[in-house]
């Protein structure tokens, strides 16, 4: 089962031992020869701050015409597979299933139906991860549902007096752009005095945001909540192999004929090195050439591009 393959994985090198390429005429046919699969990034890599990059629907259109199998593998988890499906649809990306889409809030479902988890989660994150848990049949609060938000009384001393949510057995956590010290303080009191499981969709620090600015992700909020805590949670997102375990148990991937795309070193060209897939990383989100060539950087991608619809333009 899932939980099992998840369980024995090993964290592996991420410094793969190949050459790295730009993409070029003579090795893109080479790739669309050795690769059936891809999997996608979406922030940075299809679309920034809600605009689809240049080339893209076209790029993704060619490589269903070539028989390849698309799938998007986001560690964004503010929405649902359905609202993803549906985001791509008006961006000018068609023909995307909602099988083909896996966010990190489906992750969490996935986690916690692996593990045969039972109780109410409670829940620092936005409209993905809770329609996600519903549609799996969890139960589920806000990590503020115990807020008086009408009461002049501060956060702190809510804190001292709230009696915990006894049916809760786990927290899970990630973007919300509603944060606030009293989510942080209920989440920490639950993991730590009820001993709820601590579920992170992904550790991400940054995210690229309009205007060539990165801001605070998920993995900011997640580090706080650790901190608070004194514990690292579960992360299902990359570069977690179980988010592979779930790929794997739906789609029977084969390995060497995968191929990530992202825009990250630290997630998606980690988790594909991690997973022995093939690897390209694009210019267009969060690394660029600089963070790819310095000295202490230790994670390669098999292949970099300026941008995912390279393939395109070296296929005229």
């Known amino acids: 089962c899932i939980r099992d393959r998840y369980q024995r994985r090993v964290r592996g090198d991420s410094n793969t031992k190949h050459k790295m390429e730009k993409l070029t005429k003579q090795n893109i046919k080479t790739i669309l020869e050795s690769v059936d699969n891809f999997l996608f990034d979406c922030d940075g890599v299809l679309w920034r701050s809600g605009t689809v990059i240049e080339g893209i ?132 009191l639950l993991i730590t005095e009820q001993n709820c499981l601590f579920v992170a969709t992904n550790t991400d620090s940054t995210f690229p945001a309009g205007k060539g600015r990165f801001l605070p992700g998920s993995g900011s909020l997640v580090a706080s909540l650790s901190t608070a805590t004194g514990k690292q949670p579960v992360v299902v997102g990359k570069p977690s192999k179980f988010l592979y375990d779930v790929l794997d148990h739906k789609l029977k991937l084969e390995p060497k004929r995968t191929m990530m795309v992202g825009d990250r070193l630290d997630t998606d060209i980690l988790f594909g090195n991690m997973c022995n897939l093939q690897t390209l990383l694009v210019f267009t989100g969060v690394s660029g050439e600089e963070e790819l060539k310095d000295p202490q950087n230790t994670i390669f991608p098999t292949y970099c591009a300026s941008t995912l619809s390279d393939i395109l333009t070296l296929l005229e």
């Open 57 to 188: 629907p076209a790029t993704l259109q060619l490589l269903r015409r070539l028989g390849k199998k698309l799938y998007f593998v986001s560690n964004n988890s503010s929405s649902s597979r359905e609202q993803y499906r549906h985001k791509m649809e008006g961006l000018g990306i068609q023909e995307v299933k909602k099988e083909e889409i896996f966010p990190s809030s489906y992750c969490i479902a996935a986690y916690l139906e692996s593990i045969g988890f039972n109780k109410k989660v409670a829940v620092i994150g936005e409209s993905g991860i809770k329609n996600e848990l519903e549609e799996a049949g969890f139960k589920y609060v806000d990590a503020d549902q115990s807020l008086d938000k009408t009461s002049n009384i501060n956060y702190i001393k809510q804190l001292e007096e709230v009696e915990l949510d006894k049916d809760i057995g786990a927290v899970v956590i990630g973007w919300d752009h509603h944060f606030n010290y009293y989510k942080l303080g209920y989440a920490k």
